[in-house]
């Protein structure tokens, strides 16, 4: 069965990532912990690699830094051959984090619109049209598209902000437990939308408990 990703068309031959040397720490409440050291990753596009650690704290930390988020201790991260840099454009790297952040005041398409907008895509008929394919390939009925977030259930809003963090296809999806707040059919859904998004030569690593998104995996980098 071929499965539709949704959203944006395939676009052109993508280099991947390479993170070498990263440096992670903790530096939270007074701690003072180094969460990964001489950390190599490489992600060559349409791979996916999962990332496990002994807490889901270690491994958020390690996600928001490869994408760019956190500054690492030291090391260096590259998407498409370039340096990554801090808050880089959503072209290049796409996340999702475990708090989803949407925007509860406006609707399911506008957050998609808002990260798109970020990017400066195409025109507003355009953008929302890919919008709403992203919706629909993640099973969002049309009921929901213009629904305001804060009515949504949380299984929907987590679609929401995973839609939102593969509308864009960027080159580097970075995704923290995408799954979590969601039924087993739905799980099976993302996992086959992410393998479709894969074969367009995005490059994929998260963090999760599901088994059926873990054994799609390329590859796993286990922490501590």
Not at 26 to 54: E, H, K, N, W
């Amino acid at each position: 069965m071929r499965t539709s990703a949704g959203g944006a068309p395939p676009t052109a031959a993508r280099g991947g990532a390479e993170v070498r040397g990263l440096q992670v720490r903790d530096t939270s409440s007074g701690s003072d912990r180094d969460i990964a050291t001489d950390l190599d990753v490489d992600l060559r596009p349409g791979q996916r690699i999962g990332v496990v650690g002994p807490s889901s704290a270690d491994v958020t930390a390690v996600l928001s830094t490869v994408a760019g988020l956190r500054p690492p201790v030291s090391g260096t991260i590259t998407v498409d051959g370039q340096w990554l840099g801090a808050e880089p454009s959503p072209l290049r790297v796409g996340y999702l984090g475990q708090d989803h952040r949407l925007i509860g005041t406006l609707t399911a398409v506008e957050n998609l619109l808002v990260s798109m907008l970020a990017a400066r895509q195409p025109g507003s008929r355009e953008s929302a049209r890919r919008a709403e394919e992203q919706l629909e390939a993640l099973a969002l009925a049309p009921a929901t598209w213009h629904n305001l977030v804060e009515q949504l259930s949380g299984g929907q809003q987590q679609r929401v902000a995973l839609g939102r963090a593969l509308v864009l296809r960027s080159s580097l999806l970075v995704l923290d437990h995408p799954t979590s707040e969601l039924d087993p059919d739905s799980v099976v859904l993302v996992d086959e939308v992410l393998g479709a998004i894969q074969n367009e030569g995005c490059a994929v690593l998260l963090a999760s408990t599901d088994d059926v998104l873990l054994e799609r995996c390329d590859a796993l980098v286990t922490l501590g």
